[in-house]
């Protein structure tokens, strides 16, 4: 049995580094263990503009001082947004791709799109100049119960808008069903999906077991175990469409653990510990570098990673909480333990 695994350096084609104190507090953990990193656009006002999205770049490159990380950045799509502004973004370097939050889906999604064909002229836009589209896969029909709200997405904008655009490139992001992985798994080779570390150990009993457990909200919610075993087959199967995105989503204790608490599961700081002890549960570690390190550069007509990571097989416990300024966090993980270790 192999006692350590190194790897390329890996990507997280999805995560949420914030801004101020707690993306202060949260980048370096993604860029201890990635190259580069999707961030998501949606801050408090959101990233919508070529200029936000470069000065946010550079408060992320303060914030990883001496770190060898890349930030890689997306605009957040609104019923107003401008084609000409996305696609200057997209040819300047500074938009890697656009992400599509329908409205009232998710955290900071209420600037989002309120009917996916109002912004069909951005997306021709997109799929001219190969620029991909980033999804949130469910619908915000509120007579739409919350476990079928991926699965519904995928029959009434999904499907009708790869029928209409048929060449644009599209993240399923954080896929968390069987049929979603079914759906990427039949579409043309410019459909992709990122699958979470929590998404692969968690199912919706998680969330309820013993009382109310806020740490493992996030959304899209933890399905039945039923669909988390077809996320793991998926994952761990070698399939190029499915690649690494952690969606490590931090918010401060406080607000987590409220009457309304935030959805979001902050999974940075042991990702690809996670990520390694699911892969070796699967008996499929020799899989894990191409989905952590390989195909998502691919999709995204990105050049691999030069540097390396190791892991090694050694349990230890992951920590209870971080600080983040005057919050804390509570790691995804918090106080278990985990079969691997991240040396370097
Ligand atoms: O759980 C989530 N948290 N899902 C999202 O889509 C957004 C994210 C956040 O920004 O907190
Ligand atoms: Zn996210």
Same mark, same amino acid.
């Given at each position: 049995?192999?006692?350590t695994?190194?790897?390329?350096?890996?990507?997280?084609?999805?995560?949420h580094?914030?801004?101020?104190?707690?993306?202060?507090?949260?980048?370096?953990?993604?860029?201890?263990?990635?190259?580069?990193?999707?961030?998501?656009?949606?801050? *408090?006002?959101?990233?919508?503009?070529?200029?936000?999205?470069s000065d946010y770049?550079?408060?992320?490159?303060s914030?990883t001082?001496?770190?060898?990380?890349?930030?890689?950045?997306?605009a957040y799509l609104?019923?107003?947004?401008?084609?000409d502004?996305?696609?200057?973004?997209?040819?300047?370097?500074?938009?890697?791709?656009?992400?599509?939050?329908?409205a009232?889906a998710?955290t900071?999604?209420e600037?989002g *799109?309120?009917?996916?064909?109002?912004?069909y002229? *951005?997306?021709?836009?997109?799929?001219?100049?190969?620029?991909?589209?980033?999804v949130?896969?469910?619908v915000?029909?509120?007579?739409v119960?919350?476990?079928?709200?991926?699965?519904v997405?995928?029959?009434r904008?999904f499907?009708?808008?790869?029928?209409?655009?048929?060449g644009l490139?599209?993240?399923?992001e954080? *896929?968390?069903?069987?049929?979603?992985?079914?759906?990427?798994?039949?579409?043309?080779?410019n459909?992709?999906?990122?699958?979470?570390?929590?998404h692969?150990?968690?199912?919706r009993?998680?969330?309820?077991?013993?009382?109310?457990?806020p740490?493992?909200?996030?959304?899209?919610i933890?399905?039945?175990?039923?669909?988390r075993?077809?996320l793991?087959?998926?994952?761990?199967s070698?399939?190029?469409?499915?690649?690494?995105?952690?969606?490590?989503a931090?918010?401060?204790?406080?607000?987590?653990?409220?009457?309304?608490g935030?959805?979001?599961?902050?999974?940075?700081?042991?990702?690809?510990?996670?990520y390694?002890?699911?892969?070796?549960?699967?008996?499929?570690?020799?899989?894990?570098?191409?989905?952590?390190?390989?195909?998502?550069?691919?999709?995204?007509?990105?050049?691999l990673?030069?540097?390396?990571?190791?892991?090694q097989?050694?349990?230890?416990?992951?920590r209870?909480?971080?600080?983040?300024g005057?919050?804390?966090?509570?790691?995804?993980?918090?106080?278990?333990?985990?079969?691997?270790?991240?040396?370097d």
């Amino acid at each position: 049995m192999a006692e350590t695994i190194t790897l390329r350096r890996p990507d997280d084609w999805h995560v949420h580094l914030r801004d101020g104190d707690m993306l202060k507090a949260v980048a370096g953990h993604t860029a201890r263990q990635f190259g580069r990193a999707i961030v998501m656009p949606n801050l *408090v006002p959101p990233v919508t503009t070529v200029k936000a999205a470069s000065d946010y770049r550079l408060r992320i490159v303060s914030a990883t001082p001496g770190a060898d990380f890349t930030p890689l950045m997306t605009a957040y799509l609104t019923d107003q947004i401008d084609a000409d502004e996305i696609a200057r973004g997209h040819a300047e370097g500074v938009f890697t791709a656009a992400k599509l939050y329908p409205a009232g889906a998710t955290t900071n999604s209420e600037h989002g *799109v309120t009917d996916i064909r109002k912004i069909y002229p *951005v997306l021709e836009r997109m799929q001219a100049i190969g620029m991909p589209l980033l999804v949130h896969g469910e619908v915000t029909d509120p007579a739409v119960d919350i476990f079928d709200r991926e699965a519904v997405f995928l029959d009434r904008v999904f499907a009708p808008l790869l029928a209409d655009l048929p060449g644009l490139k599209v993240v399923m992001e954080h *896929v968390t069903t069987r049929e979603g992985v079914e759906f990427v798994k039949a579409a043309g080779p410019n459909v992709a999906a990122t699958i979470t570390p929590h998404h692969l150990r968690i199912n919706r009993n998680a969330i309820f077991e013993g009382g109310i457990r806020p740490h493992f909200y996030c959304l899209p919610i933890a399905k039945r175990e039923d669909h988390r075993l077809a996320l793991r087959r998926v994952a761990t199967s070698g399939n190029p469409k499915f690649f690494l995105g952690t969606d490590s989503a931090p918010h401060s204790v406080a607000r987590k653990e409220m009457a309304c608490g935030c959805a979001g599961i902050f999974n940075a700081p042991y990702a690809m510990e996670s990520y390694a002890t699911t892969f070796d549960e699967e008996g499929a570690l020799e899989k894990l570098e191409g989905f952590a390190s390989e195909f998502g550069a691919r999709f995204y007509g990105l050049p691999l990673n030069a540097g390396t990571i190791t892991l090694q097989r050694k349990a230890f416990a992951a920590r209870e909480r971080f600080s983040a300024g005057a919050d804390e966090l509570v790691p995804f993980h918090a106080g278990q333990a985990l079969a691997w270790t991240f040396v370097d």
